[in-house]
């Protein structure tokens, strides 16, 4: 009999996450050198992880026959302090994709809803897939998560509402009053979610952490992939009312993250010049890639954060063309936007790369 017939019908129906196209893969499929490829395609940090956090794991290593702090009481206490908050509010992840796992299995099952942006980052919904849940779809207009229209999705089946502020793969933001008016309608039954793996990349921050204060059912969501340079590691962690912190916890494994990510987690997020070059690397990128995009004429999305969304015409053309001369972007037919490439922001050395390689596939060549 075939396996479907045991497994779970919604796992067997899943559509796995589509990652960005490794380097090794591309270089080893086109017969490229890996050290001339350009990967734009997955929000990494382009100059590498924080050189204190590369010495810390160094040492770390050292150490690698002993089981890591399953508490992890150095890394937290490190995210407790840098955010004024106490050791019961603070859950560490396997990547903060981890703690959006770990809320679905704390507050998901097959009667429960879950409610998104309709371009909302992808994991929310292959994860109420897994857990046999209901996914909502809120229409974004402008691309722009709609809270109203979120709050008014609300039932007494809803359990989560994921709010990627800045999103992915739109880069847009909703500000503090919006949040507020939000925070305001939402009834104790539902958890929030505010995904902020790009937070550290707003010129104008806004205020989530109150409701962790005010011990609101909320978990923040913060990561070291994206401005640490440390996506390798898989560290991320969730600044959450303590409730639901406790329950949280309880859905972890004990080893979730590992010793060396730990010790260079610490380091990271105390590297506050390694935070201030990426923010201006990325700023003069997305100037750039701005620029750039209205000079040709191209539609684009006006990015908060560390990649952009391009409308190309047609995004797996583009995406192939470009491959093959060795630069990597993301096609977004995953997110229903056929048209359009998300580029993410590089040295500007990789992105005047890119934008040239991008005109060579946009421009017809003359016969
Ligand atoms: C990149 C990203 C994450 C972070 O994932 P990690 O598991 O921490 O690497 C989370 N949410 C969104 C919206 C992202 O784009």
């Known amino acids: 009999m ?26 080893r499929e086109l017969g490229l050198d890996p050290a001339s490829i350009v990967k734009v395609a997955s929000n990494e940090n382009p100059l590498g992880p924080s050189p204190k956090a590369k010495a810390a794991m160094r040492e770390a290593l050292e150490e690698a026959n002993l089981y890591p702090d399953g508490a992890g009481f150095r890394l937290r206490t490190a995210i407790a302090e840098k955010y004024d908050l106490g050791l019961e509010n603070v859950v560490i992840g396997n990547g903060s994709n981890e703690i959006i796992e770990l809320l679905c299995h704390s507050f998901l099952n097959r009667d429960a809803e879950l409610i998104a942006a309709e371009h ?12 046999g849940a209901k996914y909502v779809e809120v229409p974004d207009p ?7 229209g979120m709050a008014d999705a609300i039932t007494p089946n809803t359990r989560l509402v994921f709010i990627a502020n800045p999103n992915n793969p739109t880069g847009t933001v909703v500000g503090q009053e919006a949040i507020d008016r939000f925070m305001e309608r939402v009834p104790e039954h539902v958890v929030v979610c505010f995904d902020e793996a790009y937070f550290e990349f707003l010129d104008e921050p806004f205020d ?15 990561t070291c992939s994206k401005i640490h340079g440390l996506a390798a590691l898989r560290v991320g962690y969730g600044l959450c009312g303590k409730d639901v912190a406790a329950i949280l916890q309880k859905a972890r494994q004990p080893f979730n993250v590992n010793a060396i990510a730990q010790a260079g987690a610490v380091a990271a997020l105390k590297d506050d010049e390694h935070v201030e070059q990426t923010r201006a690397v990325n700023k003069q990128g997305l100037d750039f890639y701005e620029a750039a995009f209205r000079t040709r004429g191209l539609e684009f999305v006006p990015s908060v954060a560390n990649f952009i969304l391009v409308n ?18 993301r096609a977004m037919r995953g997110y229903k936007l056929p048209d359009w490439v998300r580029i993410s922001i590089g040295t500007a050395e990789q992105n005047a790369r890119c934008l040239e390689v991008l005109d060579s596939v946009l421009t017809p060549v003359a016969v």
């Open 208 to 222: 989530t952490l109150k409701f962790v204060r005010q011990n609101r059912n909320v978990a923040v969501l913060r």
């Open 120 to 131: 909302a980052f992808v994991v929310y919904k292959l994860m109420a897939t897994l857990f």
């Open 312 to 329: 190309v015409g047609d995004g797996d053309r583009v995406f192939k063309e470009m491959l093959k001369q060795g630069v990597i972007v």
């Open 2 to 27: 075939p396996i479907n017939q045991y497994a779970n019908s919604f796992v067997c129906d899943l559509v796995a996450y589509e990652t960005g196209k490794p380097i090794d893969e591309t270089a």
């Open 142 to 148: 402008g691309f722009i998560h709609d809270l109203e």
